[in-house]
T-cell receptor, first 112, second 118 residues
Framework: SQTIHQWPATLVQPVGSPLSLECTVE??????LYWYRQAAGRGLQLLFY??????ISSEVPQNLSASRPQDRQFILSSKKLLLSDSGFYLC???????????FGPGTRLTVT | GNSVTQMEGPVTLSEEAFLTINCTYTATGYPSLFWYVQYPGEGLQLLLK?????DKGSNKGFEATYRKETTSFHLEKGSVQVSDSAVYFC?????????????????FGKGTKLSVIP
């Protein structure tokens, strides 16, 4: 069966510090991978998606970036965090040409 | 483009009450429809899905029927429990919202928070 991991689970970072969130998927190959952000009391915002190694599409211009160095690894980064980057970050995967996505447990990021 | 509208929350029900959370959508083509559930502090879990008109998705006592004529996918449960307290998201995928290279993006509603009290 497939499993998706995210770490860390929680993170408190000062404004202006760098960020690295990691997501890995087990039990499948060549998944599509997604990063979402969920601000407090709001819906989900798609940030990035990737259909293969090194292939990243950005949905919202901002100070975040994403990379996919390996088939089942997806990393969300920032060089300098803003207060507005606080939120719950969710990684998800699906199979190519499938419709439903499967989500990881999420990372709660608080920028102080 | 695609869009999903679901009823505003929060919704508060007593245990064993009947639940309906309304969801309507706008999409071109023939999308697949989903309900996801998010328990406090956790990621989203796929609750049920329907991939074509008149399909009924069901899981854990929850049901939703894909109604193309009314572009709706309302979530129902006959008797809610305290453990059903969560945020519920309606979503759609596919139709003509194809991103290329095998990726279908999900379009989510804003979520409905359900609280069930004993």
């Amino acid at each position: 069966s497939q499993t998706i991991h995210q770490w860390p689970a929680t993170l408190v970072q000062p404004v202006g510090s760098p960020l690295s969130l990691e997501c890995t998927v087990e039990g499948t190959s060549n998944p599509n991978l997604y990063w979402y952000r969920q601000a407090a009391g709001r819906g989900l915002q798609l940030l990035f998606y990737s259909v293969g190694i090194g292939q990243i599409s950005s949905e919202v211009p901002q100070n975040l970036s994403a990379s996919r160095p390996q088939d089942r690894q997806f990393i969300l980064s920032s060089k300098k965090l803003l207060l507005s980057d606080s939120g719950f970050y969710l990684c998800a995967w699906d199979r190519a040409r499938a419709y439903e996505q499967y989500f990881g447990p999420g990372t709660r990021l608080t920028v102080t | 483009g695609n869009s999903v509208t679901q009823m505003e929350g929060p919704v508060t029900l007593s245990e064993e009450a009947f639940l309906t959370i309304n969801c309507t959508y706008t999409a071109t083509g023939y999308p697949s429809l989903f309900w996801y559930v998010q328990y406090p502090g956790e990621g989203l879990q796929l609750l049920l899905k329907a991939t074509k008109a008149d399909d009924k998705g069901s899981n854990k006592g929850f049901e939703a029927t894909y109604r193309k004529e009314t572009t709706s996918f309302h979530l129902e449960k006959g008797s809610v429990q305290v453990s059903d307290s969560a945020v519920y998201f309606c979503a759609l995928s596919g139709g003509l919202a194809y991103s290329g290279a095998g990726s279908y993006q999900l379009t989510f509603g804003k979520g409905t928070k359900l609280s069930v009290i004993p």
